[in-house]
């Protein structure tokens, strides 16, 4: 017999993100003497994208911000103009996804307005909103732009609706929404959609999690776990889970996990600290990492999320001596992929009226672009209109390359119209149309040739163990697609392949070292005796 402590199960996880780590940057490229908000509403209160950054100011009267290029670091000129025209305090701020030169912004005032930034930058103090938005009786705490769809906005407020604006109209003001959600009976206090746009995950004050068809107006799903309270709740991209952050009845910080078709019990629940601040989730669908972030105190947690027990892998906590009242988060398009950086926060400092980028780095000696850990990312296209979603339709967001000098890869990869079978049996032939490539040309040719070649060895493989391979997408028996939706889909499955047969050789290359372990504690006890 073997002795006990020879009686363990190595366990090995392998992850290209075990060791990212997070840099702030030097003093002169922080933004220094903004006059940041001292409210005390629980929002971030910053918005970034590739061109502004954009911050809620101490003003006087009424409510204001500020658009800062995002190149114009050091210090800010304390006359510097800002955008003004809420006659109260402003409790939310956020980017057009789609157009990087428009923003909205809502307020005490029960107004929602729409502001467009000029092109030549601010001169002078901006007073008057491109569009105007008047429908709810009590202040607005929160607003959200539709992931897909051009022009669609939410907006929540104190008066327990939720609004939806269809703003592809030319009216400025607009006073009849298209939608009035009245599914709760509190102040909502967060909301998020999936990847498509076509479901609506609340947190709201009465500590319900609740899952809505935002067009039917229907509430499809309900959470009421007494031990969790819900402040922030977050959709996990396509694993169809949702993730929220909160209080434990003993009102220890805490953030729990949640599937998406049953909001009974949490998939799993962890408590982080005894701090009161609130907890701001981030989640990378990309890279599947979760950042956390608390409000008071400067800490960043990040985790890596698995779609299969244990769901939930701690990796690092980056740390600060300095609290931070808000975060903002850069797209991914903005990032620096030279420097392998994979998320950037603009950190709110209000005692020191400073805002420090801090930037997520995998350690990596190589400079050229790694691609391992830059996917097709989110696009800043919209990939439907409002009268297209209003109507019905679903469709996932438009992808693109984050490759330098990758070209106009602005859209999903669509293959062509079909043609004649003659003409359509090699599809490595064709080009795309209108700008759009096809999906070949956006993959590395190693990897397409790495597929090649796992066809030919499924081709060649009896039929129980071809099977083994592709038994949740078999390559041979699905048609080439023909629309937009039918190649996302098939390219999702695709990743979801490629990742489970990484698990499985992962998994052999366990049993192999388990199996050398033993046989070679198997040699030492045979020469003992």
């Known amino acids: 017999m073997w002795p006990n402590w020879m009686s363990w199960n190595l366990q090995y996880r392998t992850s290209k993100f075990r060791h990212v780590y997070g840099r702030p940057a030097s003093k002169e490229k922080c933004y220094d003497c903004v006059p940041i908000t001292h409210n005390v509403h629980d929002n971030q209160f910053c918005a970034v994208n590739p061109h502004f950054i954009a911050v809620v100011t101490e003003c ?98 104190y008066d327990y609706k939720i609004m939806i604006w269809n703003l592809d109209t030319t009216k400025t003001v607009i006073s009849n929404p298209v939608k009035i959600l009245n599914a709760h009976k509190d102040v909502v ?96 669908s990309d890279t599947h990492m979760l950042y956390v972030v ?54 709110l400092i209000p005692t020191k009226s400073l805002i420090e980028p801090i930037s997520m780095i995998v350690p990596r000696r190589s400079e050229s672009y790694q691609e391992d850990i830059y996917p097709l990312t989110t696009a800043a296209q919209p990939a439907l209109t409002a009268q297209e979603w209003l109507n019905g339709v679903n469709k ?12 106009v890869v602005n859209s999903l990869p669509q293959f062509p119209e ?32 790495h597929r090649r070649k796992l066809l030919r060895v499924e081709e060649k493989l009896p039929k129980n163990e071809q099977m083994c391979l592709s038994s949740s997408f078999d390559i041979f028996e699905c048609p080439p697609p023909k629309t937009e939706n039918e190649l996302l889909q098939m390219f999702y499955r695709q990743q979801e392949e490629i990742r489970r047969l990484r698990e499985l050789v992962n998994q052999r290359d366990v049993q192999i070292k388990q199996m050398k372990l033993e046989s070679g504690n198997f040699s030492m006890d045979t020469d003992r005796y």
């Open 60 to 157: 006087a009267c009424g409510g204001a911000f500020v658009v800062i290029p995002i190149d114009q670091t050091g210090k800010l000129d304390p006359h510097y103009p800002r955008i003004w025209g809420h006659r109260g305090n402003v409790l939310d701020i956020k980017w057009n996804p789609f157009n990087d030169f428009v923003i909205a912004s809502c307020s005490e005032d029960a107004t929602v307005k729409i502001w467009e930034i000029p092109k030549p930058l601010l001169t002078k103090t901006i007073t008057s909103p491109k569009k105007e938005l008047l429908g709810h009786v009590r202040r607005v705490g929160l607003i959200e732009w539709h992931p897909t769809a051009n022009n669609i906005l939410f907006s929540s407020g």
């Open 189 to 284: 206090l967060s909301m998020s959609f999936n990847t498509d746009g076509s479901l609506l995950a609340t947190a709201c004050r009465d500590r319900k999690i609740r899952l809505i068809d935002p067009r039917a107006g229907t509430v499809l799903q309900e959470a009421s776990y007494n031990s969790h309270k819900a402040n922030k709740v977050l959709f996990l991209g396509n694993m169809k889970k949702l993730i929220s952050t909160g209080t434990s009845r003993w009102n220890n910080r805490q953030i729990a996990l949640w599937d998406q078709d049953d909001l009974s019990v949490p998939l799993l629940e962890e408590d982080l600290d005894g701090s009161s601040g609130i907890l701001f989730p981030f989640y990378d």
């Open 294 to 347: 608390g409000k008071g105190d400067g800490n960043i947690r990040y985790y890596e999320i698995n779609p299969e027990k244990p769901y939930l892998y701690y990796l690092m906590e980056y740390r600060s001596h300095l609290p931070q009242k808000g975060v903002g988060m850069m797209p991914k398009r903005g990032l620096e992929v030279s420097a392998c950086e994979i998320f950037r926060f603009y950190k």
């Open 396 to 407: 996932g967001p438009l992808l693109v390359s984050l490759r330098p000098g990758s070209g």
């Open 418 to 449: 079909p043609e004649p079978p003659a003409k359509t049996a090699d599809l490595s032939q064709h080009q795309g149309w209108g700008g759009r490539m096809p999906l070949e040309d956006v993959q590395e040719p190693n990897e397409i040739e």
